[in-house]
C-alpha cells in the first residue's frame, strides 16, 4: 500500500527561534498589526510502501526522529494517511 | 614526531586546503580523505573542516553523519584518536553524537565573518592542551548556523567535567553560556566554531590559532605511537 507522511518539525519550546521573531518584528511594518506570535517551523511529504497504516506510521516516526528533526532542539507532528 | 592527518572532504566542504596547508606549516603532513572512504587506517588524527557539507540541505551536519566515512570517524573517536570538528565540522559532530547539544541559526540571523576573541577555559582536551586557561585567542568565526544550544542538565554536565574549552569573549552568535568549543567526555573529541586553520601566521592576521593546532598535533603524535 502506498501512503503518504506529512511531517511537521518544529522548534521545541524554550528553544530560540531567530526565524520566527525576525517574522513577527517585520509584519507590523506591513499593517499585520494583530499578528502576536510567529513560530517558523519546517514540513515534509513523505510517500512510502507499508503493509498497513500502523507500518507506516512506524516508519514515518523513525526517519522523523533519526533524520528530519533533530530532537535537541526540535519535535516533530506526524500525519499518515493512505494514497 | 611525524604525524599524518586526515581531512575529511564532504561534498560541499571548502576548508580542506586551509587545514592541511595549517596542519603542514606546523610540521606534520595532512590528506584529504573522501566522505565515501571507509577507513582511516594510516592516520594519527583526523580533521572534520569547514563548509557546507552536503549543501546543509536539511540542518548543516545532518547529510553528512550519513556518510560512510563516518563510520571510522565514530570508531576512530571512540578509541582515543583525536578528532577536531571545525566550524561545519563541529555541526557533523553533533548531529552524529559524538559531542552533545546542537548549532543553531545565529542571534540575529546575520552571517557572522569575523576575528573572534576567544577565553580559553579547560586544557583538558586534544586540542587545548598546550594553552593555558584565562588565555585570550584571536581566531575568526565564519558562520551563520554557530550558536551552540544544549539543555541545562547537558551544559552542567560540560561545564562540570571541563568540557568547555573555549568560549567567546563577547558571544557574537548568542550561544549557550558564550559556548565556543567543546569536547567529549575523555578530551580526544573537539569542536569549535571558530577557525584556527585561518589564524596560523601573522600575515593572517594572528598566529593565535596555532597552539591549538600545536597541541593537536601533539596528541596525534602521542596517540600514533600509543
Not at chain 2, 583526523?46 to 551536519?61: C, N, Q, W
Amino acid at each position: 500500500m502506498k501512503y503518504l507522511a506529512r511531517v511537521e518539525v518544529r522548534l521545541r519550546h524554550g528553544i530560540a527561534d531567530p526565524e520566527g521573531a525576525t517574522i513577527a518584528r517585520a509584519l507590523p511594518a506591513m499593517g499585520f498589526d494583530s499578528v502576536t506570535a510567529v513560530e517558523a517551523g519546517r514540513s515534509f511529504r513523505v510517500e512510502l510502501d507499508a503493509t498497513d497504516l500502523t507500518a507506516a506510521q512506524s516508519i514515518a516516526a523513525s526517519l522523523a526522529d533519526r533524520l528530519l528533526a533533530n530532537p535537541v532542539i526540535e519535535e516533530s507532528v506526524i500525519e499518515v494517511e493512505q494514497l | 614526531m611525524s604525524v599524518t592527518v586526515g581531512v575529511v572532504v564532504f561534498p560541499g566542504t571548502n576548508c580542506e586546503h586551509d587545514a592541511i596547508a595549517a596542519v603542514r606549516a606546523l610540521g606534520g603532513d595532512a590528506r584529504l580523505v573522501f566522505h565515501t572512504e571507509d577507513t582511516l587506517d594510516g592516520l594519527d588524527a583526523v580533521i572534520l573542516p569547514g563548509g557546507f557539507a552536503h549543501g546543509d540541505y536539511l540542518r548543516p551536519g545532518a547529510i553528512a553523519r550519513f556518510s560512510p566515512i563516518m563510520d571510522s570517524v565514530s570508531s576512530f573517536a571512540a578509541s582515543g584518536g583525536p578528532v577536531v570538528g571545525i566550524c561545519n565540522g563541529f555541526q557533523v559532530l553533533c548531529e552524529a553524537h559524538l559531542l552533545p547539544g546542537a548549532l543553531q541559526k545565529n542571534r540575529g540571523l546575520t552571517f557572522l565573518c569575523q576575528p573572534s576573541s576567544l577565553e580559553v577555559t579547560s586544557t583538558s582536551s586534544v586540542l587545548t592542551a598546550r594553552a593555558e586557561v584565562g588565555q585570550v585567542l584571536r581566531v575568526p568565526i565564519n558562520h551563520f548556523s554557530g550558536s551552540y544550544t544544549c539543555d541545562l542538565d547537558t551544559l552542567r554536565e560540560l561545564e562540570d567535567q571541563g568540557r568547555v574549552v573555549l568560549r567567546y569573549v563577547d558571544n557574537p552568535n548568542g550561544s549557550v553560556a558564550s559556548v565556543a568549543g567543546i569536547s567529549n567526555e575523555a578530551g580526544n573529541v573537539v569542536g569549535l566554531m571558530p577557525h584556527p586553520e585561518r589564524a596560523v601566521s601573522s600575515l593572517l592576521g594572528s598566529e593565535d590559532g596555532a597552539v591549538l593546532l600545536r597541541s593537536f598535533l601533539d596528541a596525534a603524535a602521542t596517540a600514533s605511537v600509543g
